[in-house]
């Protein structure tokens, strides 16, 4: 079946220092969304991507999905404390606004 | 704001036990879902329903049901539960436009054990 997947798992990065996480789908995807989890939180949606290599910026935050629709990225230049948690990818389906999850990428911010 | 709720944060059954997970949005949205997270998973769809009486399975229903009487309202059923069902469930709820995805919103989330 379809399957998301994520990397790295884990990344620890100093303060300061920029962090990415890449996300790749076995199939073209209709869509494209990221996710944060705060620890102890609950998923928060950050944006969705839809066109073959659109690029989005929120902030420090860049989001790129590739041109094939098969694989996308989360970009965050400086990171800082408040970046911590843990970042989603979801990647749309084509019909009844399911998305499938891919496993996450746990980011620590050391002060 | 959307808000999402679900009825327990902790929960601790016992094997066997038939157990009622609830969710309520408030935003008059189509679309409701059941995940449950896992380390190292992510989320992972158990059933989702788009109207009311409507549902569907996602990757993992085995274990499970579900119950949708109302617009509002998302039940998930443990019909007995076993210890492999301990774990974070999520409910989410979405605008529900076919062949669109729209953000979802997740409420807090109910930890089970089941021992």
């Known amino acids: 079946g379809q399957q998301v997947m994520q990397i790295p798992q884990y990344q620890h990065v100093q303060e300061g220092e920029d962090f990415t996480t890449y996300c790749n789908s076995s199939?073209?995807?209709?869509?494209i969304q990221w996710y944060k989890q705060r620890p102890g939180g609950h998923p928060v949606f950050l944006i969705q991507l839809v066109k073959s290599g659109e690029v989005k910026k929120q902030k420090r935050l860049t989001f790129q999905f590739g041109e094939a629709k098969k694989n996308s990225s989360l970009h965050i230049t400086a990171t800082q404390t408040t970046d911590v948690g843990t970042y989603f990818c979801a990647g749309g389906r084509t019909s009844y606004d399911k998305v499938i999850f891919g496993p996450g990428t746990s980011l620590s911010v050391i002060p | 704001d959307v808000k999402v709720t679900q009825s327990s944060r902790y929960l601790v059954k016992r094997t066997g036990e038939k157990v009622f997970l609830e969710c309520v949005q408030d935003m008059d949205h189509e679309n409701m879902f059941w995940y449950r997270q896992d380390p190292g998973l992510g989320l992972r769809l158990i059933y989702f329903s788009y109207d009311v009486k409507m549902k569907e399975k996602g990757d993992i229903p085995e274990g499970y049901s579900v119950s949708r009487e109302k617009k509002e309202r998302f039940s998930l059923i443990l019909e007995s539960a076993s210890t492999n069902q301990t774990s974070m469930y999520l409910c989410?709820?979405?605008?529900?436009?076919?062949?669109?995805?729209?953000?979802?919103?997740f409420g807090p989330g109910t930890r089970l054990t089941v021992t």
């Open positions: 989410a709820s979405s605008l529900g436009v076919t062949g669109v995805s729209y953000e979802q919103y």
């Open positions: 199939t073209t995807l209709s869509n």
